[in-house]
Structure formats: C-alpha cells, structure tokens
C-alpha cells in the first residue's frame, strides 16, 4: 500500500490550494483517507477524515468551512481543497489510509484523528505568506 500526496506549494493568505493523495497499486475505495499536517516545532495535527462509506467527512475545528476532502474514484485519488489559506495552515501535510474493515464507520467517524493506519503517504509542503 503506497500513498503519494503532492499539490502543494507557496500560496498567499487568503488563496487556495489542493492537495492530492494517490493510491499507488491499490483502490482507494477499499479505504478510510485522512489528511494531517505538521508545522515545525508542533505535534502532528488531523486536518481532514473521510470514510469510504456515504458518510459525511469530519473536520478540525481550525479548518471547518474553508477545507473540503473529496473523493475521485475514476482517478484513485482523495482531494484536500483549501480555500481562505492562514499563515497557521502552512506546515507539511500527510494522507493516510486504513483499510475499511479495519473500523466500523462509527467508530471511525468519531476518531479518524486518532486511530491506527495502515499507510502514509510522503508529505508535501504547504507554505502561506502574510
């Protein structure tokens, strides 16, 4: 299981930017996708969940209503659309993936930023000037 985000880069605050995450080799469907993201000097940060389910994605509170995760499954790929970008979003972001089976969407939905998965992808850079 290979994970591979990308679309980052150096946005203005208040712009937008959006990330990809890729399944390499493997469905996308059969997974539960979160983004995270890191700043230098600060622990490791859920952004974004979304189940494989219909179920509605969760959120941060930080993010709510200027974030939106999506799926393409033509394209095997989770989207990050971040729209109204603050000099505090800027760090490194990461998808994840857990299999599906792996939690029931309950308990998933209630703590995707906090459970095991089973893959990351390599983090790509997100930078937001003032």
């Known amino acids: 299981v290979q994970l591979q985000a990308f679309g980052g880069g150096l946005a203005q605050s208040g712009g937008s930017l959006r990330l990809s995450c890729a399944g390499l080799?493997?469905?996308?469907?059969?997974?539960?996708i979160g983004w995270f993201r890191q700043a230098p000097g600060k622990e490791r940060e859920g952004v974004a969940c979304t189940s494989s389910s219909a179920g509605s994605p969760y959120y941060a509170d930080s993010v709510k209503g200027r974030f939106t995760i999506s799926r393409d499954s033509a394209k095997n790929t989770v989207y990050l659309q971040m729209n109204s970008l603050k000099p505090d979003d800027a760090a490194v972001y990461y998808c994840?993936?857990?299999?599906?089976?792996?939690?029931?969407?309950?308990?998933?939905?209630?703590?995707?930023?906090?459970?095991?998965?089973?893959?990351w992808g390599q983090g790509t850079q997100v930078t937001v000037s003032s």
């Open positions: 994840a993936a857990v299999r599906s089976r792996r939690y029931s969407s309950s308990y998933y939905n209630t703590r995707c930023f906090e459970v095991g998965y089973d893959a």
């Open positions: 080799g493997f469905s996308l469907n059969d997974y539960r």
